[in-house]
């Protein structure tokens, strides 16, 4: 069983920037793959990037392209998403998932969740 937990979250004015982090336990961490993930209040969950289990492939939702950025360090067991130009539609609850070692966009090929983190822009 591999444990998550996400952290850096918090209020940011629009423009500004956060640095999400997901530790990992219980498991293997250089096996998985990992997902970041966020869900807005009254939507459904949406991918928002992914990264390969030896971190050479990186994958992004559209709307975040450009802006963020998933890396990782397997020596720390550790994931980060680092957000810039945030925006209000940014404003969600961030959660980090895991599967063994090919990223994917669909919230169901994940096994494992964090408890997720509130991050908020204002404008």
């Known amino acids: 069983q591999v444990q998550l937990v996400e952290s850096g979250g918090g209020l940011v004015q629009a423009g500004g920037s956060l640095r999400l982090s997901c530790a990992a336990s219980?498991?293997?961490?250089?096996?998985?793959?990992m997902g970041w993930f966020r869900q807005a209040p009254g939507k459904e969950r949406e991918f928002v990037g992914s990264?390969?289990?030896?971190?050479?492939?990186?994958e992004y939702a559209d709307s975040v392209r450009g802006r963020f950025t998933i890396s990782r360090d397997n020596a720390k067991n550790t994931v980060f998403l680092q957000m810039s130009s945030l925006n209000p539609e940014d404003t969600a609850v961030y959660y980090c998932?895991?599967?063994?070692?090919?990223?994917?966009?669909?919230?169901?090929?994940?096994?494992?969740w964090g408890q997720g983190t509130q991050v908020t822009v204002s404008s």
């Open positions: 998932a895991a599967r063994y070692y090919v990223g994917a966009t669909q919230s169901s090929h994940y096994d494992y």
């Open positions: 990264i390969n289990w030896t971190g050479t492939i990186t």
């Open positions: 219980g498991g293997t961490f250089s096996r998985y793959a």
